[in-house]
């Protein structure tokens, strides 16, 4: 998949809208987003949050509140109740993260008695439109695990296959970045690395092509590869890359938007429905653009 347009052709008037619900939708930038996915024709949204707050926000934006489904809830905890509980019946396909902390939001999502956990790690994925790059590139995972030992990192790199699968990739290349390409005795994330190959050689993770330790360059970029006669299988073409922490990852990500004008889109994976989290700092539009994502992760469209 080449861009984000090529992600939002498979929503765009379709016969019958998917619902987002929005948690807490009393902040501007969640308003606008679940008003541009109706406008594009992309999704539906339920708000769930102050509705004499929300109604504000649709009349700034020039929307009547009678073109959304609004459910009062007095506090954030009350509006992350009300929207698992949505969740829970079938009333959505995806969660949006409005005004509301997110340890908030995901002590509802994994409460014991009415959460909607269900996969053995809540990991997350942020996919990247970078110019200068070929397509989309996934980046986990720089917002949930902080340290991931290799078990976590077997989960986090199954739950990004997985959803590249369902974005229409039969094998994607998934790189597991060091500082280089060698294997290095005093640096356990570089043993983890190789480690996750031997279970790809073994046949125990499948559905990808793993290389790993390399390095950023060497993962995404042609030039480098043929200057350092690289013969990897993930060599300048890279569909995922997994970070060794939250560290690395969240720097890389943050590096590509502020220096390389990258877009992104960024989805928590693991529970019964995607939940779209991004930075504070996302606009509208990139919100959108996680809402699209999510529900292709929702219904593998």
Known sequence: MKN???????FRNSRELKTIVVVNAVDQVSIQAAIMAKNQDLAKSIL????VKIRELLLENRNDAEDFEIISAETPEIAAEIS???IREGHGEALLKGHIQTGTLLKAVVNNENGIKEGPLLS???LLQIPGYQ???GFTDGAM???PDFSQKKLLLENAVTLFHKLGYEKPKVGIIEANELIHPKITTSLEAEQLMQLQRSGEITGCVIQ?????DLATDPAAVEAKQYTGAVKGDADILLAPNITVANVMVKALQTFGRAKTAGIVLGAKCPIILVSRASSAEEKVTSMMLALAAAKGE
């Open 4 to 10: 984000f347009a090529e992600l939002k052709k498979r």
């Open 48 to 51: 769930v949050g102050d509705t």
């Open 84 to 86: 698992i509980n949505l």
């Open 124 to 126: 997350h994925v942020t």
């Open 135 to 137: 397509k989309l590139l």
């Open 145 to 147: 695990v902080l340290f």
């Open 212 to 216: 790993g330790p390399i390095s950023f």
